[in-house]
């Protein structure tokens, strides 16, 4: 496992943007798949986007075209490029990462998340 530290969250207005960052303790470079989720008030946690180290990259149908994932391993951080923001894409967004790539029962398995950090669209 690796600690992540996610980081630059805050209050914009729809239409704005916003770049996530999530730093891991140790090299990225290892570990296979790195992914964000996010979670609303009272909804549950869902996928945003996930990104491998192969390049292979995979969003959640609402953010295509307006989101980003990107991986620096020289700076051992996950991006997440979030452009075109609306109301419905306040949330606390998590970082997750796993050495491996798993799949049980048709969901991706992480084994180390960052504390989330909250971006809050005004409409």
């Known amino acids: 496992q690796v600690e992540l530290v996610e980081s630059g969250g805050g209050l914009v207005q729809a239409g704005g943007s916003l770049r996530l960052s999530c730093a891991a303790s140790g090299s990225i470079s290892s570990l296979n798949v790195m992914a964000w989720y996010r979670q609303a008030p009272g909804s549950q946690r869902e996928l945003v986007a996930v990104?491998?180290?192969?390049?292979?990259?995979h969003y959640q149908d609402s953010v295509k075209g307006r989101f980003t994932v990107s991986r620096d391993n020289a700076k051992n951080t996950m991006y997440l490029q979030m452009n075109s923001l609306k109301p419905e894409d306040t949330a606390v967004y998590y970082c997750?990462?796993?050495?491996?790539?798993?799949?049980?029962?048709?969901?991706?398995?992480?084994?180390?998340w960052g504390q989330g950090t909250q971006v809050t669209v005004s409409s």
């Open positions: 990104t491998t180290t192969d390049g292979t990259t």
């Open positions: 997750a990462s796993n050495h491996v790539i798993q799949i049980v029962a048709g969901k991706p398995v992480f084994d180390s």
